[in-house]
């Protein structure tokens, strides 16, 4: 890899589109450096599943042409993109993770990908993900499991571990993933990235929700949230503001906000603020590592002039009602008849919950647990701006578990280390990971920033403020150093 190489991967994807602006870097450079990023990295790490690369060229060769013609450029123009395997891409190989749809390739794209498409952006490919999206890890029967580039023997998180892996080690510097429980927070925590799950509705899901072309891959349509992985806040900003906004297929779409959250993130003066800190809702079992980083992250905000409690919501642990919200969203007709025919080829952990007998009441008092969660926060959050949390409550762990049974010393359910991210899911409020700092062997940890009810722009905000007093930027893992990063 030349050194111009190393620098195309390193920089952010706004970078990139700036300097293809100025004619001072060419599509076709940018999507030579990434392809030979992906071939140097992805046979080790399995971050893309699906390779566009043949298009993705002749996309870059078109492109530059624009760029020489003189052409108004759009703001993504010419660059690269990867799109997490469960969003629908018209054209390239739509998998979901399982072998049921191994040779699927739908016929439009998500809405997401084609205002990113006509923003400019170029997609290259596909990013492994768990089984149709069910699991917070990645894996699965058809492409196996994803490695976390810090440590090949812990998980990158799911379900969006492949995008995360993908932007941690420069194969592209803009990712979509999805947020049904975590499934972005997760990754961009365990990968040292940022990563926002943007209000519920304000990024329109379709045509993954609840489309009958493929019964069982539907996205959960009252939980989840397309959005961005990136490098830095700026970046996600600049996706979000090209991915916003209602759309008509979509009957949860927000209508537009009206905000540039690229001149939004100029400011970040945060004195003032009042932001409740809570370490583990009061009782959540917390990794000592995860508590020591986050509490030091917390201590930037006071440094930025927030004034900081802490404090809890007082809401009972959700997780056990969360199941029955995922089994509520989910074709359970389509998936169990998938089972029937596909059983032995699925994932044993998403064929027992396809499996399991749900009962009417377990789905209706699902429903008042969402709405309590829901009121606590609101009424919460009436007194302050923002909340903080860790965004896991335990650091990566190793490949081959769908999660730790055991959190400092104490047992626990396989799904507790998610307990901060899925209430979010529950109250479709703004949430985002920043990367507060790493273990002493070396593994990412982060943070969560909650807002208020649509409040996307002052998380955004927040997190550029954070970014700013505390860089994330050039920690890299050691194995990008060995290809020549």
């Excluded at 004195?271 to 508590?291: E, N, Q």
């Excluded at 009962?359 to 829901?374: G, H, Y």
Aim: aromatic share 8%; hydrophobic share 35%.
């Amino acid at each position: 890899m030349t050194t111009q190489q190393s620098q195309i991967c390193q920089m952010s994807g706004t970078e990139q589109a700036h300097f293809i602006k100025k004619k001072q870097l060419s599509p076709v450079e940018v999507m030579d450096a990434v392809f030979e990023r992906v071939h140097s990295l992805n046979p080790t790490l399995n971050a893309f599943c699906v390779l566009d690369e043949e298009n993705a060229r002749k996309s870059a060769k078109q492109a530059e042409k624009a760029v020489m013609s003189g052409d108004e450029l759009p703001p993504l123009h010419g660059v690269p993109i990867g799109i997490k395997d469960l969003v629908p891409t018209k054209g390239i190989r739509t998998t979901f993770g399982s072998k049921i749809y191994e040779h699927y390739i739908p016929d439009e794209d998500d809405v997401c990908v084609a205002r990113l498409k006509d923003a400019g952006g170029i997609i290259i490919g596909k990013t492994n993900i768990p089984e149709l999206g069910y699991q917070c890890i990645t894996d699965n029967p058809l492409f196996g499991l994803t490695r976390n580039p810090w440590d090949l023997g812990k998980t990158p998180g799911g379900s969006s571990g492949g995008s995360a892996v993908a932007v941690a080690t420069g194969m592209t510097s803009l990712t979509i993933g999805n947020d049904g429980g975590g499934s972005l927070r997760i990754p961009t925590s365990f990968c040292g990235l940022y990563g926002i799950k943007p209000s519920f509705g304000r990024v329109p899901l379709y045509p993954g929700c609840r489309n009958p072309k493929y019964p069982g891959a539907s996205s959960w349509e009252t939980l989840e949230s397309n959005g961005p992985i990136t490098k830095t806040v700026e970046d996600s900003a600049l996706m979000l503001s090209i991915i916003k906004g209602p759309y008509h297929m979509d009957r949860h779409s927000l209508p537009n906000d009206g905000m540039n959250y690229m001149e939004q993130i100029q400011n970040t003066d945060l004195k003032g603020l009042k932001i409740a800190y809570s370490p583990d809702w009061g009782y959540v079992t917390v990794d000592p590592a995860v508590r020591k980083i986050t509490e030091k992250a917390v201590k930037v905000f006071e440094q930025l002039g927030c004034e900081i409690e802490i404090a809890h919501p007082g809401f009972t642990d959700p997780l056990p009602a969360f199941g029955a919200l995922i089994a509520r969203d989910s074709d359970l007709t389509g998936l169990r008849k998938l089972a029937e025919v596909y059983g032995e080829e699925m994932d044993p952990s998403l064929l027992a919950f396809i499996q399991k007998k749900w009962s009417a009441e377990e789905l209706t008092d699902a429903a008042f647990v969402r709405q309590e969660v829901n009121i606590k926060m609101r009424t919460f959050m009436e007194k302050y701006d923002l909340v903080i949390t860790p965004t896991s409550a335990a650091p990566p762990f190793e490949v081959g578990i769908n999660g730790p049974n055991r959190i400092n010393g104490q047992k626990v359910s396989r799904s507790h280390w998610l307990s901060f991210t899925a209430p979010f899911n529950m109250t479709g409020q703004p949430a985002a990971n920043v990367p507060a700092g790493w273990t002493d062997d070396g593994l990412p940890i982060g943070l969560q920033i909650i807002g208020r009810h649509l409040d996307d722009s002052l998380v955004l905000r927040a997190s550029a403020a954070f970014e700013e007093a505390n860089p994330w930027r050039n920690h890299q893992p050691k194995l990008v150093a060995e290809v020549g990063f």
